[in-house]
């Protein structure tokens, strides 16, 4: 799990991946042949399952594609169920500062680092490579914690501290209304903010990620230093390149997108 992904931060490349919110397994298919070297399911929002989880890791088996899931929130149950279907890592909502980190890697964790259970589920291959995986999860799996609030951002040099932190994720949406501009991407102030982050993650040999809502957005972050750019989310980029097309078509786009 996760070994192309690691080389790439390894050389101080920017790995690039997508958001995805649809259960179409074909859009994780897709991104694993197109070369993304990651995608975030997002079980935060919307509507998708573990069902659904379980069929974009099958549509990735062979590949290098990282797939980390977004669980709804820090509790053990979503966190141990998403590990179960073999997530190769986790990027968390809203931590807010060193304690949660830790509570968070008690669930994601075997013993000795943490108190995760064994269970013989898709992770293990239905218990056929349980000694395997077992054995080596505590060193593949990745945790990303996300900072988008400003009590993480107060709270941020204790989080960068908490062992095992080798990247962060970065929210400005959830930033910024934080700090009371809700709807804004990034509000006045975060765009300072993000980048004090990143220099600072930067300092510990901590990668930052966040997602990118245009190709120049996208090549501002990579030359900025984030090493995990998201080019947007799967519906998303579907609406962005349906907007472009139909602009030049002479029918101008209706409504405005965050992704």
Known sequence: ?????????????????????????????????????????????????????????????GSQLSVFVRPPTQALEPIKRALDVGAHGLIVPLINNAAEVESVRQHIYYPPIGRRGIGGERSVTWGLELENYVKSANDELMFLP???????????????????????????????????????????????????????????????GLVARSTEEAITRRDQGFRMVSLGSDIGLMIRQIRSMATELGRGPRLHSWF
């Open 146 to 208: 996300m900072i988008e609030t400003q009590e993480a951002y107060d709270n941020l040099d204790s989080i960068l501290s908490v062992a095992q932190t080798e990247a962060i994720f970065l929210g400005p949406g959830d930033m910024s209304a934080s700090r009371g501009a809700v709807g804004e991407w990034e509000g006045p102030g975060v765009a300072e903010i993000n980048l004090d982050i990143l220099e600072r993650a930067g300092a510990r040999g901590i990668h930052a």
């Open 1 to 61: 799990m996760n070994e192309a992904l690691r080389a790439r931060l390894a050389a101080n490349e920017t790995a690039y991946g997508m958001w995805v919110t649809s259960e179409a397994a074909a859009v994780t298919e897709v991104a694993a042949v197109l070369g993304l070297d990651w995608i975030c399911i997002d079980m935060e929002h919307g509507y998708l399952n573990y069902k659904d989880i379980q069929s974009h890791l099958a549509a990735a088996r």
